[in-house]
C-alpha cells in the first residue's frame, strides 16, 4: 500500500510541475490554485508513505515518476522538444525507478 502512495505521489507531483509552468510564474489563478493542491497531494501522500518505506529508495521513485511524467505530458501536450536521447533517457528514468521500488524495504 505505501508504494501505491508513492506512485499516486509520482503522478501528483507531475500535476504539480506542469501547473508550475501554466501559471506563468504564479500570476495565472486557476494552475497556481491547481499546482497548490497538487504539490499538498503529493508531499502529503509522500509524507504517509515514509512512515513505512525507506526513504532512499521512495524519495527515488517519487521524483523519477514526477520527472518522467513531467517530461513526457511535455513532449505531448506542450510542444517540448521530442529527441530519441531524450526518449532513452527517460526510459533509463523509468528502469531505474523500477528498480529502485524492487529493491525497497518496507520496515
Known amino acids: 500500500m505505501a508504494w ?5 505521489a509520482g503522478i501528483l507531483e ?11 510564474g504564479f500570476t495565472r489563478l486557476w494552475p497556481t490554485v491547481a ?3 497538487f504539490a499538498l497531494g503529493s508531499f502529503g501522500l509522500l509524507t504517509l508513505a ?4 525507506d526513504v532512499g529508495p521512495a524519495y527515488a521513485v517519487w521524483t523519477g515518476i ?3 511524467g513531467t517530461a513526457i505530458y511535455g513532449m505531448i501536450f506542450l ?3 521530442v529527441s530519441t536521447l531524450k526518449i532513452v533517457s527517460i526510459s533509463l528514468v523509468i528502469v531505474g525507478v523500477i528498480g529502485l521500488q524492487l529493491s525497497g524495504s518496507a520496515h
Do not use: I, M, P
Open 14 to 24: 507531475t500535476g504539480f510541475a506542469v501547473c508550475l509552468k501554466l501559471s506563468h
Open 66 to 68: 514526477g520527472a518522467a
Open 79 to 81: 510542444g517540448d522538444l
Open 4 to 8: 501505491l502512495l508513492v506512485v499516486v
Open 50 to 53: 515514509l512512515k513505512k518505506l
Open 35 to 37: 499546482f497548490a493542491a
